[in-house]
């Protein structure tokens, strides 16, 4: 189920961030996804040196092998072209030429030519590289690829080739683009022009080099190094790109020149759009006056006029780090086709090197897309495409209504049972399928890579993901099929709960049934007029966490939960509530969760307290830890490994009794007095905390970015996926929560990545060894947590075991 979600919903999703190394697909010359009508001339030497025949690698007979101009070609190169319509913008990273051979009959090639872009089909723009040159080196023969690497890289949806040559030469071309599509939406971005800082004896100069707009005291209209998919180094003197001047990666301002204190970009899409976020990459060198934005506010419009209320965000001030980083900037899923952000100074400079949103295509969008043309010679095709979709999708919407009415008629059947029995036993039967599953399946151990790779030209069993997702639809249909056949259903990620009883053994499913059926002080009933509300701490789709005073409290604390406080005062506490509209199964989620949680004891685990359940709404009331999660309070705090050893310790206790907790992560960490960290699940209420989240359909949310391949692909909870959240809370914990895990990949990106560890052919990226981390934490703890064969990974006895040798060694304090 959880898989075949994703395959519905991957492609809507609008996530930022992309990169020369990554986005290097062949986009459909050589192909033949660029159709013969979308490739044009500005002249043709005969009809079979067209257009349509300047496609790289074609020489099947058809025409003379390659498109030639009707006349010879210009030292300027810019009278003759050939032109390519990608259909929709592109991020273009890559070209590819050729010559004319048709089977040693021509010998005319291009050693030289340009390229001209458009993103409207109108305004054309000159491309050329980081130093200003604007002719490329082509071929040197007929038949051999020269492959060019376009630095920068191009935004378009229009290209063209135009031939350099000597006049008395005779020219002719096969051309290919690589890149892939710009879901970003953003066709232009407008803002003031970059200032020069005198710095030691030294020029700097933040400009915007490559901007394709109108260049004045003001940029407009146009994109530039902001977009090129480079973001800078952490000393803005230094630049990525060999040879170009200090601070070449960055724009930047010093706030002089705006007293208002802030500067003021305005950023256009293509469509009306729902906004997630924004991310800006900044630089942080406090110690030479720079510092990322104390603030962003952010204005919202999709007609002529600007909404009245604003996203306004404040980051947390880095004092310790002088490391460059993306901020996410929380956009609250506003609708728009033009943001305003205004960004507010922290000292004297604020530099940038990358922007980018997230973001989809707003239902609210209405009207043509003026860049978008109809292909009338195929609309019978379409149209017989659409109907026998539409065939299809109803043929499923049949089966899935049959399938529903038979499933409560074997509910009806099996009252009786136990709710926990059924649990239990679903597990086993999961068991039972994912063992058989994985003993048909490799399971080495695997190499990592720090970037993808992708080499041109490609082999022939590369797959695009587009290909990979139809393949993991497939495997996720035969896995409904295996499980439908011992009657269950796939596993599923529920929304709120702290553990579950997923994946157990038999003698699981007894301890089970004894905790639903056991009683316990700390279900006691209390009196809701004793809780006084001081203020909310979260909020999620069922319920609220409230911070409350309890008053008389003392007397429903066990002897082993010792109270530091003056017995006589009211004692902080955090209440969680259940709304009181929720549905059925929400209500018997959190009943089941009241009575799982009463059983729990450990120092490493929120207590539950009490509850107040005799009348709506149902509340649990849980200790409160002073010092909030430990996502926060480690920007603070720099005990890591005693942090470490905390929450092993506490996944150690769950694991002692089969439970699985499924989201575990720095901002479910809570921690309280004397520095205690207590395992939560909190950090789903949280709105601080909504971009760790991946949303389906407003359905269940998932923290993909810490959930192991198998979790994320079957569905598939255990106590080894676990173990793999473990190793990414412990990169947390040793990167002080300064960035997101696989900050420089997008949501879709992350899913790929989790394909590459099922194919297990070495592509995989792994997270990178934190700077303070040692190098045997990293490769014998870490990465064995993150191994593909989830057997193979340590139990949280050995990760306990394993840290606490190491807190005695002193190699992290």
């Not at 969680?576 to 549905?583: F, G, W």
């Not at 989240?693 to 810490?706: H, K, N, S």
């Not at 879709?748 to 060894?769: A, C, H, M, S, W």
């Not at 993150?786 to 606490?804: A, D, G, T, V």
Request: charged residues 25%; glycine residues 6%; proline residues 4%.
């Amino acid at each position: 189920k959880i898989f075949n979600i994703f395959s519905l919903n991957i492609y809507f999703l609008r996530v930022p961030i992309f990169s020369n190394e990554v986005c290097r697909y062949p986009l459909g010359m050589t192909g033949g996804q660029i159709q013969d009508e979308d490739i044009s001339a500005s002249s043709q030497w005969s009809e079979s040196t067209a257009a349509k025949f300047g496609r790289l690698d074609l020489d099947n007979g058809d025409g003379d092998g390659a498109w030639c101009p009707d006349i010879m070609s210009e030292p300027d190169g810019l009278k003759h072209y050939l032109q390519v319509d990608l259909r929709s913008l592109h991020f273009i990273t890559l070209v590819g030429t050729q010559g004319r051979h048709a089977d040693g009959m021509g010998n005319e090639f291009a050693q030289t030519y340009r390229i001209s872009y458009s993103r409207d089909g109108t305004s054309w723009v000159g491309w050329h590289d980081r130093k200003g040159k604007q002719v490329i080196e082509g071929n040197k023969n007929a038949y051999d690829v020269v492959l060019k690497d376009l630095e920068p890289a191009i935004i378009a949806r229009y290209v063209r080739f135009m031939p350099v040559t000597d006049p008395s030469m005779i020219v002719c071309m096969r051309v290919e683009l690589y890149g892939c599509e710009w879901l970003d939406g953003l066709i232009s971005y407008s803002l003031p022009d970059g200032h020069q800082m005198f710095y030691r004896g030294m020029d700097v100069y933040f400009n915007d080099s490559v901007y394709d707009g109108a260049a004045a005291e003001r940029m407009t209209k146009g994109l530039g190094q902001l977009t090129d998919g480079t973001w800078g180094l952490d000393d803005f003197l230094h630049s990525r790109i060999y040879g170009m001047w200090p601070g070449y990666d960055y724009v930047g301002w010093n706030n002089k020149s705006f007293p208002k204190g802030y500067i003021e970009m305005i950023f256009d899409f293509d469509h009306i759009r729902n906004f997630t976020s924004i991310k800006v990459h900044c630089n942080n060198m406090y110690t030479r006056g720079v510092r990322m934005f104390r603030q962003a506010t952010c204005f919202f419009r999709s007609g002529s006029e600007w909404e009245s209320d604003p996203v306004s965000f404040k980051p947390t001030v880095d004092q310790v780090s002088q490391r460059a980083r993306f901020v996410t900037v929380p956009l609250g899923d506003r609708t728009a086709s033009t943001i305003k952000c205004r960004f507010h100074f922290a000292d004297v400079w604020m530099l940038f090197s990358e922007v980018a949103f997230q973001s989809d295509y707003s239902v609210c969008f209405t009207g043509d897309d003026p860049t978008h043309k109809v292909d009338d010679s195929n609309t019978r095709i379409l149209i017989g495409c659409l109907v026998a979709i539409i065939a299809i999708l109803m043929t499923i919407i049949v089966i899935i209504l049959w399938r529903q009415v038979w499933q409560k008629m074997l509910e009806k059947a099996s009252r009786r049972m136990l709710d926990d029995e059924l649990t239990a036993r679903l597990a086993f039967q999961t068991q039972s399928f994912s063992f058989h599953h994985s003993s048909l399946s490799s399971e080495s151990g695997s190499t990592f890579n720090s970037t993808y790779e992708r080499i041109f030209p490609l082999c022939a069993d590369y797959q695009e993901p587009s290909r990979f997702v139809r393949k993991l639809t497939e495997l996720s249909s035969s896995c409904n099929k295996a499980l439908a056949a011992v009657g269950s259903d796939p596993p599923h990620y529920a929304e709120a709960d702290i553990i579950s009883l997923q994946e157990c053994s038999d003698k699981c499913s007894i301890t089970a049934v004894n905790l639903f059926n056991a009683t316990d002080s700390s279900m006691r009933e209390f009196p809701r007029h004793k809780l006084t509300f001081k203020e909310k701490l979260g909020e999620g789709q069922f319920g609220e966490v409230h911070l409350c005073e309890a008053e008389g409290m003392q007397d429903f604390l066990d002897a082993d939960l010792p109270m530091e406080e003056n017995a006589e005062s009211p004692l902080l506490v955090a209440v969680k509530t259940l709304r009181e509209d929720a549905n059925k199964n929400a209500r018997n989620d959190f009943l089941k969760e009241i009575r799982i949680m009463s059983r729990l004891r450990d120092p490493n685990i929120v207590r539950l307290l009490a509850v107040c359940v005799d009348t709506d709404p149902l509340c649990m009331i849980t200790e409160y830890m002073e010092n909030g999660d430990l996502n926060q309070f480690l920007h603070n705090y720099n005990k890591l490994l005693d942090m470490a050893v905390q929450i092993a310790s506490g996944m150690k206790y769950l694991s002692s009794l089969n439970f699985v907790h499924r989201d575990l992560a720095t901002r479910n960490c809570l921690v309280g007095k004397n520095y205690t960290i207590k395992i939560a699940d909190f950090g789903m209420s949280r709105n601080l905390y909504r971009g760790d989240y991946y949303r389906i359909q407003g359905r269940a949310v998932l923290p993909i970015r810490w959930m192991s391949w198998e979790s994320i692909l079957l569905g598939k909870f255990t106590m080894a996926s676990d173990v793999w959240a473990f190793g990414v809370t412990l990169w947390e914990i040793l990167t002080l929560c300064k960035e997101q895990p696989y900050s420089h990949l997008s949501d879709e990106q992350v899913i790929e990545n989790t394909g590459e560890f099922f194919r297990d052919k070495g592509k995989q990226v792994y997270l990178p060894r934190p700077e303070c981390c040692p190098d045997f934490v990293y490769n014998e703890l870490m990465l064995s947590c993150w191994r593909r064969n989830s057997k193979q990974r340590p139990s949280f006895q050995e990760i306990h075991l394993r840290l606490m040798e190491s807190l005695g060694d002193n190699l992290l304090l």
